[in-house]
């Protein structure tokens, strides 16, 4: 596996306080990934990022920001958590192989 | 952006039958087509891929097939076990898309489940 931490692995929350997780890569990967799966629903994308301060929407990022302040580093903040937020994210980083490596995941509950 | 659906959403096989599932994606220029299998409270890992320079290919059990006319490659496991339980995402991609449109989109996933 390559070198992908979460942080935390496990969280529970109240309904409209703020949550920061965070992703950690020791690939030097260029672009990195935050998805949420639910049942159902299979991956979907949240936010990701090609580099350094550059980043972008992707298909449920209502609710959610993301930064990247330096390349092994790339966070995910809930603003204000509802209990819609209650899901398990991923977090990914894509290697110059265009092969996929995920994180070990971040289970959130939101009460 | 690419779509990308997956066939059938479960499947449910005895052991040692064979297992089919099919990727279908609507981008043209997409030449890079992994499969990912994901166990149960686990990440998805790679299992298999194959560009477009190849029709098919094979490892042990496993192999994935391309039509790139038809736009779908599909995953075959033959003589299923217990341990190919899991959720199977494909997660075609354009390899020359770059800068901002490095997005990567996953099929819904297919529930493979294998009957001892």
């Known amino acids: 596996d390559a070198g992908i931490t979460q942080s935390p692995r496990h969280k529970v929350t109240e309904t409209g306080t703020p949550v920061t997780l965070r992703c950690h890569q020791t690939?030097?990967?260029?672009?990195m990934y935050w998805y949420r799966q639910d049942p159902g629903h299979g991956l979907r994308l949240i936010h990701y990022?090609?580099?350094?301060?550059?980043?972008d929407k992707g298909e449920v990022s209502d609710g959610y920001s993301v930064s990247r302040s330096k390349t092994e580093d790339f966070l995910l903040t809930l603003e204000s958590a509802t209990s819609s937020q209650t899901s398990v994210y991923f977090c990914?980083?894509?290697?110059?192989?265009?092969?996929?490596?995920f994180g070990e995941g971040s289970w959130l509950t939101v009460v | 952006g690419e779509n990308v659906e997956q066939h059938p959403s479960t499947l449910s096989v005895q052991e040692g039958d064979s297992a089919v599932i099919k990727c279908t994606y609507s981008?043209?220029?997409?030449?890079?087509f992994p499969w990912y299998k994901q166990e149960l409270g686990k990440r998805p890992q790679l299992i298999i891929d194959?560009?477009?320079?190849?029709g098919e290919k094979k490892d042990q059990r496993i192999a994935v097939t391309l039509n790139k006319t038809a736009k779908h490659f599909s995953l075959h496991i033959t003589e299923t076990q217990p341990e190919d339980s899991a959720v199977y995402f494909c997660?075609?991609?354009?390899?020359?898309?770059?800068?901002?449109?490095?997005?990567?989109?996953f099929g819904k996933g297919t529930l493979l489940t294998v009957n001892p």
């Open positions: 990022s090609y580099g350094v301060k550059d980043t």
């Open positions: 990914a980083t894509l290697s110059a192989g265009n092969t996929i490596y």
């Open positions: 981008d043209s220029a997409s030449n890079y």
């Open positions: 194959i560009r477009s320079n190849v």
């Open positions: 690939e030097n990967h260029r672009y």
């Open positions: 997660a075609p991609k354009d390899p020359n898309s770059g800068g901002s449109n490095y997005k990567l989109t």
